[in-house]
């Protein structure tokens, strides 16, 4: 379904002189982006907010293998604009109804001098940010090629402090921390920054397709350049004209909000490209695996061995009693013995152990109206699951299942490149592609940073890339820190969906009693509305949800919304967010803060004004603390309405879980 009007205004203008420049700005005329040449013929752009420079004079272009670089000697040939104003609807995800409105421009530039090669940049600015791409028309003098280094700078008019995540954290599974740019080493992206103008910023990527994944080094204190991860031979990309690379896109807000409620992500990949998307839909899921986690049961074959049939049936039917819609079962299939990453060409994804008898689990969760959520670790070996891949879809989808979350721990992809290079990029999108083929959704982990690509094909439901609630249960450490959840929404939080895997009641490890989830029983209901995914996870045992208040909230809140705001919100400190269901006219809360206790008052006023509602609050109880009571817990139900004012008292490490159901 779409919505909306379309305008789109075209025009070229050819521009002699090598200085000539242009520049597009937002619907709103905020946001203002120019692009420059200098008296060399090298590109560059700068951006204003508010008539306020925050981007100036940053590099363009490319360093290309046995050719002469992509960053001089160029004069602009012509300039297309256009405006777009639309409306689109998407099959999942945080809002159901998108507004793409942007201006375009589109700068064509040729070489002024022998081999005369083109280079197109596209810029669409939107109201809230902005993203640029490379495009490399079909042309003689530049066919095939291969990119040593993309120049591409983010250089800032003052220094500012940013949150980041380090590659030296493989899968994207480390802290986000808080330095000044000459403290980062390579970072990952989304990057946030918390600019000493006051504003936010995020920059990250959109549509990574056939591409490496760009990180930023930083040059000095005020200037960032991107980074690809390159291929074993040292190359970072190899292409073929024509091409485009992904968007490079910055966030500009005023509220760290702001960047979590921006859709400049999505509005830069291409539309849905499945026709019938009526077997892709979002829902919450249990499974044998924090059980695994803890060490009470196995993935490999033995008297402890977790997916077997009969505990198999019990989670099926915890799940079907209780509206889940689907089960997680690892350590199903042949293959886990030993090391399992040094011997991954032992694992098959048809055949299942002794004890689980495939047929019987399949068609007992079928007649329970159940999901299996089929778990295909692949140790990263692509080559040896892409040969069973085939029969192992047509396998599942005989059965009517609709889900595989695939694992790829290891930390080369066929033994020789990175998950985030371009064969990396490649091998893990081809999944997906033919995962829908078979009517397959596909929960990935160890993958590479999701960019809006889901928009394009919505059976790519959702990703780890995140330092999830399995560290909770063995990292030497202690586990997560308090902070942590504080931190991820603004940081990988804002590439897309994350399979974080909360919902833990039993905090303790007894097997490794140096490690423990370190929340409130609160803050892990609370995580539900504040870290989004269209697949949830109720990550403990069926025991120890039995009996439980709490329980209530992790049945009752859904995956799928209609609209979702950041109320207030400090990263690393706290946040609160409140969502829309899809499906109903129900409003769900979440406030969560760090290893600090503290008190807030959360304004009502995103509720229906003409409209009362039953506030069903799942709060810290008095004596809460996520050291020494964590499971400190109260409910209690009252009657609000959107002039209403909702006090709230967050512990250490807590939260608040709120629904409220219209009257």
């Known amino acids: 379904m779409k919505t909306g009007s379309v305008i789109a205004l075209f025009y070229a203008a050819a521009l002699l002189s090598s200085c000539a420049g242009s520049s597009v700005s937002s619907p709103d005329g905020s946001i203002s982006f120019r692009i420059d040449l200098d008296k060399e013929g090298r590109p560059t752009y700068e951006v204003s907010k508010d008539g306020e420079t925050v981007i100036e004079n940053s590099a363009l272009g490319f360093t290309l293998k ?169 190359t970072k990309v190899y292409a073929e004209a024509p091409f485009k690379t992904p968007w490079r896109t910055m966030i500009i807000s005023d509220t760290p909000g702001g960047l979590m409620e921006s859709r400049i992500m999505l509005n830069l990949n291409e539309p849905c490209k499945i026709e019938d998307t009526s077997w892709i839909r979002p829902g919450k899921y249990v499974g044998i695996w924090w059980v695994l986690h803890k060490d009470e049961y196995t993935w490999y074959y033995g008297p402890r061995h977790g997916a077997n049939t009969e505990l198999t049936r019990h989670y099926i039917d915890f799940a079907a009693e209780n509206g889940f819609a689907g089960v997680l079962v690892e350590g199903w299939n042949k293959g886990w013995e030993g090391n399992w990453m040094k011997t991954s060409e032992n694992f098959s994804f048809t055949e299942a152990y002794p004890d689980y008898d495939f047929d019987t689990v399949m068609k007992y969760a079928g007649s329970k109206g159940v999901q299996m959520i089929i778990h295909n670790e692949t140790a990263a070996n692509l080559d040896h699951y892409f040969s069973q891949i085939d029969e192992a879809y047509t396998l599942y989808s005989r059965y009517g299942m609709h889900y595989v979350k695939t694992g790829n721990v290891n930390l080369l992809i066929d033994g020789k490149e990175e998950h985030d290079g371009q064969y990396g990029v490649n091998r893990l999108h081809a999944i997906v592609e033919k995962a829908a083929e078979y009517r397959i959704c596909i929960d990935e982990h160890e993958p590479a940073m999701p960019t809006g690509v889901s928009r394009t094909w919505p059976n790519l439901m959702t990703h780890e890339a995140v330092r999830g609630q399995e560290h909770d249960a063995w990292e030497k450490d202690g586990g997560n820190t308090p902070e942590h959840t504080t931190v991820i929404p603004f940081i990988r939080g804002l590439a897309g969906p994350m399979d974080f895997t909360f919902g833990t009641f039993d905090f303790e490890n007894p097997k490794y009693p140096f490690c423990r989830v370190n929340t409130t029983l609160a803050k892990q209901l609370a995580l539900y509305v504040v870290i989004y995914s269209p697949l949830q996870m109720a990550s403990d045992a069926p025991e120890s949800y039995e009996g439980k208040k709490a329980f209530d909230f992790i049945r009752d809140v859904p995956c799928d919304w209609h609209e979702s705001h ?82 709230m008292h967050l512990a250490t490490s807590g939260g608040c879980a709120v629904r409220f159901i219209k009257k």
Request: proline share 4%; aromatic share 14%.
């Open 66 to 234: 046995d050719a002469a670089p992509l960053e001089s000697g160029f004069r602009i040939e012509s300039i297309e604009k256009a405006s777009t104003d639309t409306v689109w609807e998407q099959v999942w995800g945080e809002s159901r109804f998108v507004s793409d409105r942007h201006n375009e421009m589109t700068v064509h530039l040729q070489e002024k001098a022998s081999p005369n090669r083109r280079l197109d940049i596209r810029i669409r600015v939107f109201d809230d940010g902005f993203g640029f791409r490379y495009e490399f028309p079909e042309q003689e003098n530049l066919n095939d090629f291969a990119i040593m280094d993309e120049l591409t700078e983010f250089r800032f008019g003052s220094p500012h402090k940013a949150w980041w995540i380090s590659r030296k954290d493989p899968y994207y599974e480390g802290y986000g921390k808080k330095t000044g740019f000459t403290q980062i080493d390579t970072a990952y992206t989304p990057f946030t920054i918390e600019g000493s103008d006051g504003r936010f910023y995020a920059i990250h990527e959109a549509a990574l397709l056939d591409y490496a994944k760009m990180n930023l080094v930083p040059l000095d204190s005020t200037t960032l350049k991107a980074e690809l991860t390159p291929w074993s031979d040292g």
């Open 566 to 647: 950041v109320l207030d919100a400090s990263i690393g400190d706290y946040i609160v967010t409140a969502r829309r269901d899809r499906d109903s006219e129900d409003w769900y809360l979440g406030a969560i803060t760090d290893e600090n206790a503290r008190d807030i008052s959360v304004k009502l006023d995103f509720l229906d004004p003409d409209a009362e509602y039953t506030a069903q609050i799942y709060a810290d109880g008095e004596e809460a603390d996520w050291k020494t009571a964590p499971t400190a817990f109260r409910y209690e139900e009252r009657s609000v309405d959107s002039g209403d004012i909702l006090p």
